[in-house]
Nanobody, 125 residues
Framework: QVQLVESGGGLVQAGGSLRLSCAAS????????VGWFRQAPGKEREFVAA????????VYADSMKGRFTISRDIANNMVYLQMNSLKPEDTAVYYC??????????????????WGRGTQVTVSS
């Protein structure tokens, strides 16, 4: 049984940084794409960043490019999301998921089979 657990969320001032972690058990990241998505109250789940299996190519939502970095530690079955220059509009619950697809299709939450429970990120102005 695959389990994902996100951690690292919290309250931070605008301009600050956080690093989110996604820990997996029951399966290895090396066979899956791992994606980060977020959902703010009253809004749909939004793609943030993803890293593919194999070569580990990455893709980001336009608004996160240059601010967020996704990385993985396959040996420890961990994926990270380093978030810098945070803005109040980044406030949301952040989820990690395991899925399959191309560098284009893994930007859709529909490509993911497993999800964690999420971690809250709140950015104050």
């Amino acid at each position: 049984q695959v389990q994902l657990v996100e951690s690292g969320g919290g309250l931070v001032q605008a301009g600050g940084s956080l690093r989110l972690s996604c820990a997996a058990s029951g399966h290895t990241f090396s066979n899956y794409a791992v994606g980060w998505f977020r959902q703010a109250p009253g809004k749909e789940r939004e793609f943030v960043a993803a890293i593919r299996s194999g070569g580990g190519s990455t893709v980001y939502a336009d608004s996160m490019k240059g601010r967020f970095t996704i990385s993985r530690d396959i040996a420890n079955n961990m994926v990270y999301l380093q978030m810098n220059s945070l803005k109040p509009e980044d406030t949301a619950v952040y989820y990690c998921g395991l899925g399959y697809g191309t560098i284009v299709t893994i930007t859709s939450w529909r490509r993911y089979d497993y999800w964690g429970r999420g971690t809250q990120v709140t950015v104050s102005s």
